[in-house]
């Protein structure tokens, strides 16, 4: 693990117990989401919060540039955006996503190590709609 993921899941432990009230690391809700807006809203932060942490592993595990699997970080995000919207969207999440869940769902995407095919399985669990979705 790279020394950034280390400090970025060290910091979001840190704070974690004095952010509780806003929905724990990186999110401003707390609890189910109310309307169809926020319930979509929750989706969409959700899919940005894991193309995100996606993008981040890619980049650590030195897959991001010139020549590699992802020429930038454009291309990266462009491409995960995509494979994510298409299995976390308001049709397969229609009450929404549990940020606690969703904080799970990053964390053991930035975990992971690179090539591991067992760290991508266990990640994949942890990041299915019927995870991190309200039921």
Not at 115 to 127: I, P, Q, T, Y
């Amino acid at each position: 693990m790279s020394p950034l993921s280390v400090l970025r899941i060290s910091l979001c432990l840190l704070v974690f117990p004095m952010s509780w009230s806003l929905g724990g690391c990186g999110h401003m809700g707390t609890g189910r989401p109310e309307t169809v807006e926020e319930r979509a809203r929750s989706v969409e932060a959700a899919v940005a919060d894991i193309v995100r942490a996606r993008c981040d592993l890619e980049e650590r595990c030195a897959n991001i540039g010139p020549g590699l699997k992802f020429d930038s970080r454009d291309v990266c995000r462009s491409k995960m955006h995509g494979e994510t919207a298409s299995h976390l969207n308001t049709q397969d999440c229609p009450l929404g996503v549990d940020t606690r869940k969703l904080d799970a769902c990053t964390s053991s995407i930035l975990a992971q190590d690179c090539g591991s095919m067992f760290d991508a399985l266990s990640r994949w669990n942890a990041c299915r709609n019927g995870q991190i979705c309200y039921q």
